[in-house]
């Protein structure tokens, strides 16, 4: 995943080939670009014989799609039952006000801000990621981890952050 440094148009026409569905083009897409470029719709729709509001339907109908950058460390976690009996609500309050950020929502707003820099990071809620039994869990960047305490998140945080500035 690396930023967008080229028009929709390229990017559509890259992707929107060989009988893929439009689903399949919009994962290749983010995947390449870490996100689906609204100014991608028309140029999909064209490609694809279909209307901007098939696509525009699709694009906002499944949540994995996003249609800004992401943050350069993005933090799913898990908000479904097993792990809310594991805690995850309590971790969730503590994710929030280690990075001062709002899960699913504008961040760097809240008033405990500034434990990470404004832009690195995102929280996200998911539900269910397969790890029940070994609760409370998430991904950091794509990438699972089981048994999360509030210590562990900490250490796993600044972790992805310093390997996020490093790349950046
Ligand atoms: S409920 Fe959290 S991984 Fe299943």
């Keep these: ?3 967008i440094s080229e028009a929709p148009d390229a990017l559509v026409a ?4 060989g009988g893929r569905s439009l689903v399949a083009v919009l994962h290749a897409i983010q995947d390449e670009a870490g996100y689906v470029p609204p100014g991608c719709v028309a140029p999909l729709a064209k490609a694809l014989n279909l209307s901007r509001a098939e696509v525009h339907g699709v694009l906002t109908y499944y ?3 996003r249609t800004e950058p992401p943050a350069r460390v993005t933090i799913q976690m898990c908000r479904a039952e097993a792990c809310r009996s594991m805690g995850c609500e ?3 309050a503590h994710a929030q006000a280690r990075t001062g950020c709002a899960f699913d929502a504008a961040h760097g707003d809240s008033p405990q801000a500034g ?3 404004p832009g690195d990071v995102a929280l996200e809620s998911v539900y269910c990621l397969g790890l029940c039994a070994q609760s409370p869990s998430m991904t950091i960047n794509g990438v699972l981890h089981a048994k999360v305490t509030p210590e562990k998140f900490d250490a796993l945080l600044a972790d992805a952050v310093a390997h996020a500035q490093e790349a950046a």
Excluded: D
């Design 14 to 17: 890259r992707h929107a080939h």
């Design 1 to 3: 995943m690396s930023p």
């Design 115 to 117: 434990a990470v820099a």
């Design 63 to 65: 949540h994995h799609f």
């Design 90 to 92: 309590a971790l969730a």
